[in-house]
């Protein structure tokens, strides 16, 4: 999944509640609109070069801040998607107190994960996507198959491997957005934190000491 949480820096300026589900219900009440004219008048009041806050987690995974509401709108996207989660009863580690199921499978989790993290790992500056069909160019289509490959033969950071139909590659391969590779990434990370979980991770792979508020993008 994407972006789930705010930078302290920005709710800690906006009075906002510091607990992360309570900070969540009060954003979710809160319209688009709203949250526009509220983060840009946060960013307005900063110097160039210092407009938005970053949470600790965006530096080693290289993510976009999570208030920003444009090019992407990761704002809007976590407006839309974590009050569908509460409703939900999803379980996020880190943040919330752990539920006590019937069975330990009958807990469901939520990660937030981040595809531009593995791809940059193994493909470095070089693109595998576009929602342009202008630019969904040969050498993007060849970087997909490589982003594949790796993922399949094991030449990645993460003790996991993807294991693929030749259907299901030639689809991934084929879908030049991007969309379809992306999810199968966070599919990949989200199989990285189980096992990492199976072998006695409470927190999935999540660092012990991460931002209760803020959280952190896994294995970034």
Known sequence: MTFLRLPRELVVALG????????????AGLSRDEIRRLFAA????????????????????????????VNPPVAFMLHAGVPRLLEAGVYLPGLQPRPVPATEESVRIGLEAYPGLIARSILGNRSYKSDDKAKQTPDRL????????ALETGQTRWDVRLKLSHAQRDALVDDASGDSLDAVLCLFLAAWAEVQHQQGHLLYGLPQDMDPLE??????
Not at 16 to 27: K, N, Q, S
Not at 215 to 220: D, E, K, N, Y
């Open 16 to 27: 906002w509640p510091l607990e992360w589900e309570a900070c969540m219900r009060h954003y």
């Open 42 to 69: 946060f960013c307005d009041a900063r110097p160039a070069g210092g407009k938005f806050a970053h949470r600790a987690t965006d530096a080693p995974a290289q993510s976009s801040p999570s208030m920003k509401w």
């Open 142 to 149: 060849i970087a997909r198959k490589d982003l594949l490959n």
């Open 215 to 220: 959280g952190w993008i896994v294995s970034a």
